[in-house]
């Protein structure tokens, strides 16, 4: 899975990584996975 990470701050375009990430693990009980179709970033 891919996601966006910064880890400081700065202009979006020099801050902004796109990095591969591990999947969630599967959700226990009582729990649930909530897929994120878009966000908005604001560092």
Do not use: L, R, S, W
């Amino acid at each position: 899975m891919k996601a966006v990470e910064f880890q400081e701050y700065g202009p979006p375009h020099e801050v902004c990584h796109c990095v591969e990430v591990d999947d969630a693990p599967a959700p226990e009980p009582g729990e649930v996975t909530v897929a994120v179709e878009a966000a908005a970033i604001n560092p």
